[in-house]
């Protein structure tokens, strides 16, 4: 594939693939000027296109390509930078400090607040928002502040109380070990609020785990036969089903661990004849250790009217037994895309300090 040089009005040199180049021509009949969707599809010309010509002009770089003239400004040249260098926010560890916090009638009267939870949120993983409300389904009204909520199987919104007849360990009083909700769906939901409405019960402090800090005190090999061998997770109720088989540790493209998917209560029994079995499940011993060690908790009290918001792939949460007959305690689920908080936080950061 060629490559163009190309000599920028500042003196500044670029040697880019001629390919890319004709594909980001920034022109109408290639773009779409109200969206800045491509046009153009780069099969229409040869993978081995040249330029006939490339001059400068003013601030832009012309390039003759025979059939079709694309003019590159230095706008159109910092654009693109700012396009290849964009991110979403870095995750940094937390365990052990308080949680951040943020109260709905500071929120909600100061956009800079709310935009600095959110940012918290991304970063940190998990942010408790008090004073709510302590209306059924508000979460969801919140929440639509920054996005859609996740549908889910079982319920849209999920009410958390003693109920002998719950499909799962949450409606019992008993302790839940740290945990990701729904690690028994492939495409699992990566954002969770849990809204209390009532909690006039003692004990049933909530518990939040750091996941990547977990990750970073397993050794390279833990890692990577979590990350390797799949698991199952199986959570099922009278109406619904979920299943899906996956590693217990998700890594990106460049191999850094960015996830976590763990659920002791969902977990199915896995292969004891995979050749790494025995290498697995004493990786996944420590793991769980880890999980269930004090030192890498932060326990905390929700009060009623206290929302926490949760990264799910990231965040585990979780909580001590409590004592139901000295009172009611009762919460709400909704899942949302962590995606749409981190993007509704970047649109909402343009607006503010635009280019």
Known sequence: MTSVSLTWPSGRVDQVPALWLRDNCPCSDCRIDATSEHRFIVSSVEATIEPTSVTTADDAVVVDWGDHTSTYTTAWLADIEKQIARTFPAMERWHGADIVRASYEDLVADPTIENDLLDAFC??????????PRESGWSETLYRRWGPPTEVPFARIHDVYVDPAGYNVAHTSEALPPHNDFASKRNRPSGQILHMLTNEATDGDSIVVDGLHIIDQLSESD????????ASFRQFSDTAETWGRSSVIQRDESGTP?????????????????????????AYHRLASLIVDPANQTHFRLNSGDLLMVHGHRMLHGRTAFNPATGVRHLQDIYFDFDDVANELHRRQQIASPR
């Not at 993983?125 to 709510?132: L, Y």
């Not at 890692?223 to 799949?230: C, G, I, Q, S, W």
């Open 123 to 132: 970063r940190l993983g998990a942010v408790v928002i008090s004073d709510t």
């Open 258 to 282: 960015i996830g976590l998917r763990f659920s002791n209560q969902l977990l199915q029994a896995s292969d004891p004849w995979h050749p790494r079995a025995t290498e697995w499940y004493a």
């Open 223 to 230: 890692v990577d036969v979590l990350a390797t061998v799949p």
